[in-house]
């Protein structure tokens, strides 16, 4: 069962949520046809809010030696930009199929955007995210935690981004960690970044829901994708 929400702006973004785990392969050969529905002229924009089974996925940087649990989970080859990243329950990923091409043309503008999405986001929550040069994704300070050995202070990752675009649209997207089971990423070196840790909103202390962060993705995309969109939604449910 699935919940669509229809966000009224202009272009018009069909919101999708699954209420289960969806296997990587079929999220992916539907977002490979939406894009192409929408590069021809024939879909509307769309956001699917999902979670996915345990599982890795390697996106076109990713090295080989990065991957430290080669036979625990499924690995999947992404074909979006970045390195390896985990999915699994208690992780909200929202794939992202957006013209780009009617948004300016402007892919760093664009992936500023998804930052930008992920940390307002989290600001709803009274949580703040960080971007950080040469680190991919979205980052929260961990004062409480000893600093590294170099004194750099000590910094986890509560937010992972990836992108590809075909024809000028996008696909794949952000993936924010609500309450996954932290343990999972030691089978990786997220986005191939050492010396770091991985978070998620409940293990910071917020007692935050799926149900709730679902609520201030579609607030904060609205604030960041396009602030004239008006606030009505219709909701259907579809198998």
């Not at 021809?40 to 990065?66: I, N, Q, R, Y």
């Not at 981004?161 to 990786?188: A, K, Q, T």
């Not at 993705?217 to 602030?227: G, I, N, P, Q």
Request: with cysteine.
């Amino acid at each position: 069962m699935r919940t669509h929400f229809l966000s009224r702006s202009l272009p018009m973004v069909v919101w999708t949520r699954s209420d289960r785990p969806v296997p990587y392969p079929d999220a992916l050969a539907e977002m490979e046809a939406q894009v192409a529905r929408i590069a021809a002229g024939d879909g509307e924009e769309a956001v699917w809010l999902l979670e996915h089974p345990p599982l890795f996925t390697a996106g076109t940087s990713a090295k080989p030696e990065d991957l430290l649990w080669p036979d625990r989970f499924p690995v999947y080859e992404a074909r979006r930009g970045g390195e390896y990243t985990y999915h699994g329950p208690g992780q909200r990923v929202a794939y992202a199929m957006l013209d780009v091409g009617q948004r300016g043309r402007d892919v760093r503008a664009f992936v500023w955007q998804l930052e930008e999405w992920v940390i307002r986001t989290l600001a709803a929550f009274n949580l703040r995210g960080e971007r950080r040069a040469g680190r991919v994704g979205v980052w929260v300070a961990r004062p409480d935690k000893p600093p590294l050995p170099d004194g750099t202070p000590r910094e986890d990752k509560i937010a992972a981004i990836g992108l590809r675009l075909r024809r000028w649209v996008s696909f794949h997207g952000i993936s924010i960690n609500v309450e996954p089971d932290l343990s999972h990423f030691d089978g990786i070196v997220p986005c191939g970044i050492r010396g770091h840790g991985v978070t998620s909103l409940v293990d910071l202390g917020l007692p935050v829901t799926m149900e709730d962060v679902d609520l201030a993705l579609k607030e904060s995309f609205a604030e960041v994708f396009d602030a004239t969109t008006p606030k009505r939604e219709t909701a259907l449910s579809v198998r």
